[in-house]
């Protein structure tokens, strides 16, 4: 093979793309390090390691915030950001194995084994955004309608604020309080792409507002019309029928796994974006770990076989992303049912694959 060939490979690009990056929050997180951690001993020959750590090494040690990034204790400050983790731990909607209000943990402590640039995109998150995780709403375990009160208002805080929200469930309850939260602020329609093997969109679940519901609710709001909802992945023998009656009688758009066998993950792409922006100002994207086949994500609530593997889970979000989105949400991740963290790594690889493509596609304003 000729070195011209080679060069076309994409590693090969990649390679080259990586030299183009900068590195100059990487050099101020060392000098920061230096300073508040102090110098190394002097037996220490590389210079930048500092005596405690405080940045991103070693991966295992360290306090675990989402990619090691800032915890912002003044919640008043997150519009300094460009972006905001907010863990949801709420699993009161859950009607089988619960454990979801152990997502956002799990995903943060997994996340430290991440660094921040991704190698196919040549995007260093830590060089083109500032990010803070803003740790996580206080829910009210006992009682699903306070709780929704709760996160609606800190969403509403958080996305009014201008920083871009990375939602961490938690159950898919989550996704009607946190579309409440951001559909006031946008002036016009808002799409919402949901990716899940599942179509909540029954009125209730066992005589409540439960994670089998969000989309029926969330539909009510006068700016977020089932029309510019758009179900990916839905099928199989979990699917309530009492819930597929309401996306009938909504004309919800409801794309299964045979339709995305058939006609392949960017044409699947490209439909669920026509269909979310049709007249919208704004698209959300809600991600249920359980659309991946159960082989994939054992840590989840209502596992089911036949769903995305998780390259085309990952193509998808990336392709999903390039238009834009408002927020994002990442749902159904259950620890006490993961084995070696694997549930809670494809749900971390979906929230920096979709924030490594914004910026690729510059479609997430930096504040500097
Ligand atoms: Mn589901």
Not at 9 to 31: C, N, Q, Y
Not at 94 to 102: E, N, Q
Not at 260 to 288: C, T
Request: aromatic residues 8%; glycine residues 8%.
């Amino acid at each position: 093979m000729s070195s011209e060939m080679l060069n076309e490979f994409d590693g090969m690009k990649s390679v080259h793309l990586e030299g183009e990056i900068p590195t100059t929050r990487g050099d101020e997180e060392i000098a920061r390090s230096l300073e508040y951690g102090l110098e190394a001993a002097p037996s220490i020959k590389d210079r930048t390691i500092s005596l405690f750590s405080r940045g991103e090494l070693p991966h295992f040690a360290g306090i675990n915030t989402f990619l090691k990034v800032p915890f912002l204790e003044d919640v008043r400050k997150v519009g300094e950001y460009d972006v905001a983790i907010l863990g949801e731990p709420l699993d009161t909607g859950t009607t089988y194995r619960a454990g979801t209000r152990f997502g956002p943990q799990a995903i943060r402590r997994i996340s430290a084994l991440y660094t921040s640039y991704n190698f196919e995109m040549g995007v260093d998150l830590r060089e083109s955004l500032k990010i803070a995780d803003i740790g996580d709403v206080f829910v009210i375990p006992a009682n699903i309608e306070k709780s929704f009160d709760q996160i609606a208002l800190a969403v509403s805080h958080v996305f009014s604020s201008g920083a871009f929200p990375v939602l961490i469930g938690g159950d898919h309850s989550l996704g009607y309080p946190n579309v409440r939260g951001i559909a006031p602020h946008v002036d016009g329609n808002v799409g919402i792409i949901h990716l899940d093997r599942h179509i909540d969109i029954q009125e209730t679940d066992m005589d409540e507002r439960m994670h089998t519901t969000p989309w029926f609710h969330a539909t009510n709001i006068p700016n977020a019309p089932p029309s510019n909802l758009v179900q990916v992945g839905i099928g199989g023998w979990q699917v309530p029928r009492a819930g597929v009656k309401v996306g009938r009688e909504r004309k919800t758009n409801v794309i299964s796994m045979s339709d995305v066998e058939r006609l392949g993950i960017e044409k699947i792409a490209e439909i669920a974006l026509e269909l979310a922006w049709k007249n919208a100002k704004a698209v959300y994207l809600s991600f249920d770990i359980d659309s991946l086949d159960a082989g994939f994500v054992p840590g989840t609530g209502w596992p089911e076989p036949g769903g995305f593997t998780p390259r085309e889970a990952l193509k998808l979000v990336q392709l999903i992303a390039k238009e834009g989105l408002c927020a994002m949400e990442v749902v159904e991740v259950s620890p006490p049912y993961d084995v070696s963290d694997t549930t809670a790594l494809i749900a971390l690889r979906v929230i920096v694959d979709v924030l490594a493509s914004l910026v690729y596609h510059d479609k997430l304003p930096r504040k500097g």
